[in-house]
C-alpha cells in the first residue's frame, strides 16, 4: 500500500492534479507585491530587497533627479524560510484507498482535495504574512522548530514605506 501511495503522491501525479486547478486568489500578495520575481539563492540580501520595495518622490519637470540609491554596499541577508504543509492520511483513509486504486478518476479526486487543502493553506498563510508586513515593515510569524516547540520569526524590513513633501 506505502508504494501505492507513493504514486498517488508522485510529482508527475501531483502536476497532473494540480494543472486542472484554477489560481487562487491572492489579494493581499498580488496587490501589494505584484513585482515578485524568482531568486536563485536561499539567501537574499536586503539590497536586493529595497530595489523591488523602492519608491521616490515626483519631482517638477525642470528639478534634479532623484538617486536609487544604489551606491552604498550593504551586506546583510535574510534566509527566507519555507511554507511546509503534511498531508495526513489517516488508517480509514488507507483503508478506503485499497478500494479506489481500482478507479483512477476516485483516486484523483482524492489526491485533488488533499492538495487543495494543501494549497489554501499556503495561501492564506502567504495573505496573512504579505498583510503583515504592508501594515508593520516587518514579518513576525511563529516559526516551528525541532520537537514541535516554536518561536517568533522576525525579519524587519524597516518602516512602511512614506514620504513627506518638503
Not at 476516485?106 to 492564506?124: F, L, S
Not at 501594515?135 to 514605506?161: A, C, F, H, M
Request: hydrophobic fraction near 40%; proline fraction near 8%; charged fraction near 20%.
Amino acid at each position: 500500500m506505502l508504494a501505492n501511495l507513493r504514486n498517488i503522491f508522485s510529482p508527475q501525479a501531483i502536476v497532473q492534479s494540480m494543472s486542472t486547478m484554477r489560481p487562487l486568489a491572492s489579494t493581499f500578495k498580488d496587490k501589494l507585491f505584484p513585482n515578485t520575481p524568482t531568486h536563485p539563492l536561499a539567501m537574499l540580501g536586503i539590497a536586493d530587497l529595497r530595489g523591488i520595495t523602492q519608491t521616490v518622490p515626483v519631482v517638477r519637470r525642470d528639478g534634479t533627479p532623484v538617486s536609487l540609491g544604489n551606491e552604498e554596499f550593504e551586506a546583510m541577508f535574510i534566509a527566507p524560510l519555507p511554507i511546509k504543509v503534511k498531508v495526513n492520511v489517516s488508517a480509514s483513509e488507507l483503508n478506503d484507498l485499497k478500494a479506489l486504486l481500482q478507479q483512477p478518476q476516485a483516486v484523483e479526486a482524492w489526491r485533488a482535495r488533499k492538495i487543495e487543502a494543501a494549497r489554501q493553506t499556503i495561501n492564506h498563510t502567504t495573505e496573512a504574512i504579505c498583510s503583515i508586513v504592508a501594515t508593520t515593515g516587518k514579518v513576525t510569524w511563529p516559526i516551528q522548530l525541532e520537537g514541535g516547540s516554536q518561536e517568533q520569526y522576525e525579519v524587519d524590513y524597516g518602516p512602511v514605506l512614506t514620504h513627506t513633501p518638503p
